[in-house]
């Protein structure tokens, strides 16, 4: 057997015994919150706890993408895994069928990305519940979301931005690229036009009197996604370097930790990184993972997971300072 073959093996064994371990731990770990407030978007709220753990904890608010639920957003990221080992708590919020067929969150409907109504509001009442009630440190409340996932973690850090100390998007849309159905798809493939100050105006006229501090950013895209062209990534990235007040001097690291299709761009302040934007060649519209029994591997591979060598979720959590 020669060497390339066998370290394939060793990889997909190692997948294998992800997947079983990750079955034994969320058969004991989830749970359905039913009556967590209002709930004007009609959401479910999922929670994944590591077991045992008297002292306060992050909370990483989770989004699935469109044709995903909740469950299966958690397998193939593999954030439940990680939250175990490094002991911080996941929420999930779900969309149901009958608020989109398609199990997407209404990120392009105006009712669900208004601050404080719709399926943005029951997020926050979700964050609200689990501060309430699962001893969360309120200096460590992120989000994450991929695809209309993505979009909704980009309204939530938007509308709630003294909740949320960081967030990432994979293949999100910008805040307020669109307002309806049509529109939503003009923006998916790209075709939103505004000039950068209206972009930025959109969050900064969203939160008109708020003085505190905004979330950072990760945000990962891949090049060739056929489903949300790459140009949203870089309107996020503008949007959000515009709040944040960073120039246009970056750090761009190609072939990022060895791997051909992955540049990783960095906005730092202060020499801290703020903004962070991962491009991917070669990936569609899916999250890059890693399957493997290593700190900086995990996921499942799936129809929105693909094996890049590269564990967007342990990279997400690195930019969290979730892991070192």
């Not at 149901?96 to 109504?117: G, M, P, R, T």
């Not at 100390?165 to 309806?180: E, R, T, V």
């Not at 750090?251 to 060895?258: E, L, S, T």
Request: proline share 3%; glycine share 8%.
């Amino acid at each position: 057997m020669n060497l390339i073959m066998y370290l394939k093996i060793q990889k997909y064994l190692g997948i294998i015994l992800l997947f079983l371990g990750f079955q034994l731990i969320g058969q004991n770990h989830w749970v359905e919150i039913s009556n967590f407030g209002s709930n004007k978007g009609n959401l479910k709220m999922l929670t994944y706890k590591p077991k045992n753990v008297k002292s306060q904890l992050p909370l990483v608010v989770a989004l699935h993408g469109c044709g995903q639920t909740a469950k299966e957003f958690a397998i193939q990221s593999g954030w439940n895994t990680l939250a175990n080992s490094k002991e911080f708590i996941v929420i999930y919020p779900e969309q149901k069928v009958e608020n989109n067929i398609n199990n997407c969150f209404n990120w392009f409907s105006q009712a669900d990305f208004s601050k404080n109504d719709g399926e943005s509001h029951s997020i926050k009442e979700m964050i609200q519940y689990s501060v309430n009630n699962f001893n969360v440190d309120t200096k460590k409340i992120f989000v994450v979301g991929l695809s209309a996932g993505g979009a909704m973690a980009n309204i939530i850090m938007a509308n709630y931005p003294n909740l949320i100390n960081s967030g990432a998007i994979l293949s999100g849309i910008p805040f307020k690229a669109a307002n309806n159905l049509q529109s939503g798809f003009a923006a998916m493939q790209g075709k939103i036009e505004k000039n950068p100050e209206a972009w930025v105006s959109l969050i900064k006229e969203n939160n008109p009197t708020y003085n505190g501090t905004y979330p950072k950013i990760v945000i990962f895209q891949g090049k060739d996604d056929p489903f949300v062209h790459s140009k949203n990534a870089d309107i996020i990235e503008l949007q959000w370097k515009g709040i944040h007040k960073l120039n246009n001097e970056s750090k761009v690291i190609r072939r990022f930790n060895g791997n051909n299709d992955i540049t990783k761009i960095i906005y730092n302040q202060k020499n801290n990184p703020i903004i962070v934007k991962y491009e991917i060649n070669n990936l569609g519209h899916a999250m890059s993972i890693d399957p493997g029994l290593e700190e900086h591997q995990g996921g499942i591979i799936g129809k929105f997971a693909i094996d890049k060598d590269f564990h967007s979720t342990y990279w997400i959590a690195n930019f969290f300072k979730l892991v070192e």
